[in-house]
């Protein structure tokens, strides 16, 4: 297991734009795929976005597609989510994920939680309306 840090979450108006962080620990993060994953208030976590270990795969939910960008510096550790045009139903606790033994899982089969074995301990981000 890796050691997941978020950051950058916070309060923004609709419309508004965040960039969230998520610094990881270890030398082999280059090795990582990586996900996003939310939780609204009374609801089950969702997948929202996933990059494979060299970034030249991405994945995304259908509700953020066009609006949220996934992106990783391996130099730094570090993956991003770059989420733009923010509604009110993007309000959630963003956690960030990583797979740190399956490299070779298709991109688009990494929308479940169950191939993830770090997870962060989740930023929180209020989109107001």
């Known amino acids: 297991q890796v050691l997941l840090v978020e950051s950058g979450g916070g309060l923004v108006q609709a419309g508004g734009s965040l960039r969230l962080s998520c610094a990881a620990s270890g030398r082999t993060f280059s090795s990582y795929a990586m996900g996003w994953f939310r939780q609204a208030p009374g609801k089950e976590r969702e997948f929202v976005a996933a990059i494979n270990w060299s970034g030249g795969s991405t994945n995304y939910a259908a509700s953020v597609k066009g609006r949220f960008t996934i992106s990783r510096d391996n130099a730094k550790n570090t993956v991003y989510l770059q989420m733009n045009s923010l509604k009110p139903e993007d309000t959630a606790v963003y956690y960030c994920?990583?797979?740190?033994?399956?490299?070779?899982?298709?991109?688009?089969?990494?929308?479940?939680?169950?191939?993830?074995?770090?997870w962060g301990q989740g930023t929180q981000v209020t989109v107001s309306s």
């Open positions: 994920a990583a797979d740190t033994s399956r490299p070779l899982v298709p991109i688009h089969l990494r929308d479940r939680p169950g191939l993830y074995d770090s």
